[in-house]
Nanobody, 122 residues
Framework: EVQLQASGGGLVQAGGSLRLSCAYA????????IGWFRQAPGKERVGVSC????????YYLESVKDRFTISSDNAKNTVYLQMSSLKPEDTAVYYC???????????????WGQGTLVTVSS
């Protein structure tokens, strides 16, 4: 059974940093990419970043480029999202998910972890 578990959220002041972790298990070989998504209250879920396991290629939402970094530790079956220079508009529930090829469209993802709340105070 494919499982993902996101963690690392919390309350941080604007300008601060957080590192989210997505621990995964049960991959069958079709899960070649992991993405991070966020959903703010009353808004749609949007792609924040994703990474292809096969070639390490990464993608970012324009508004988080140069502030967020996605990385993968295959030995630990964990994908990280390092978030720096956080802004109040980054406040959301963050989710990780997996699919066969990296894409920023949440509709392309088949398996989801539970969310972790990130709150950035001004």
């Amino acid at each position: 059974e494919v499982q993902l578990q996101a963690s690392g959220g919390g309350l941080v002041q604007a300008g601060g940093s957080l590192r989210l972790s997505c621990a995964y298990a049960g991959f069958t070989g079709d899960e070649n990419a992991i993405g991070w998504f966020r959903q703010a209250p009353g808004k749609e879920r949007v792609g924040v970043s994703c990474i292809n396991h096969s070639d390490g290629r990464t993608y970012y939402l324009e508004s988080v480029k140069d502030r967020f970094t996605i990385s993968s530790d295959n030995a630990k079956n964990t994908v990280y999202l390092q978030m720096s220079s956080l802004k109040p508009e980054d406040t959301a529930v963050y989710y990780c998910a997996t699919t066969n090829m990296a894409t920023m469209d949440p509709d392309d993802y088949h398996y989801w972890g539970q969310g972790t709340l990130v709150t950035v105070s001004s």
